[in-house]
């Protein structure tokens, strides 16, 4: 029986926002690969913490979901302030609204492949209106 890949994904998206790395490795295939650069889970975990770092106030939040197994297609959206500069835009704490479009296949029950694009237009704009 395959898992609910809503339920997994709504799960892995609360380890991330509990900042839970240890139970990662529930969710992420040890081999995993994003926007084509293979990381392994270590990799991607080292990702993660960055994102933190540079973004303290950092939350997942699913906008939609759109799956056909063993992919899942999703919209996050964030409202966040980075401390520094984020995508090499200097937000340097500004509060910004911005939206992700990640694509994931699964593979064992966990993300073995991601594939993430970030609304930088939507960044860069809010920025020049500051």
């Known amino acids: 029986m395959s898992p609910n890949l809503a339920d997994l994904y709504n799960d892995y998206i ?30 991607y975990r080292s990702m993660q913490e960055a994102d ?6 950092l939350r997942f939040e699913i906008a939609f979901l ?8 999703a ?5 966040c302030t980075p401390v520094g500069e984020f995508l090499g835009l200097a937000v340097n704490g ?18 073995r492949e991601v594939w993430s694009v970030i609304d930088k237009v939507a960044i860069e704009a809010q920025l020049r209106s500051a």
């Open 14 to 43: 609360a380890c991330l926002n509990a900042q839970d790395w240890k139970s990662l490795e529930h969710f992420v295939h040890p081999d995993v690969v994003h926007n084509a650069r293979p990381l392994g889970l270590h990799g």
């Open 75 to 79: 919209r996050l959206v964030f409202n």
């Open 94 to 111: 500004a509060r910004i609204c911005f939206a992700e479009n990640v694509f994931y296949a699964f593979e064992d029950g966990k993300i």
């Open 52 to 57: 933190y770092r540079a973004i303290p106030d």
């Open 66 to 73: 759109v799956i056909d197994p063993p992919k899942l297609a």
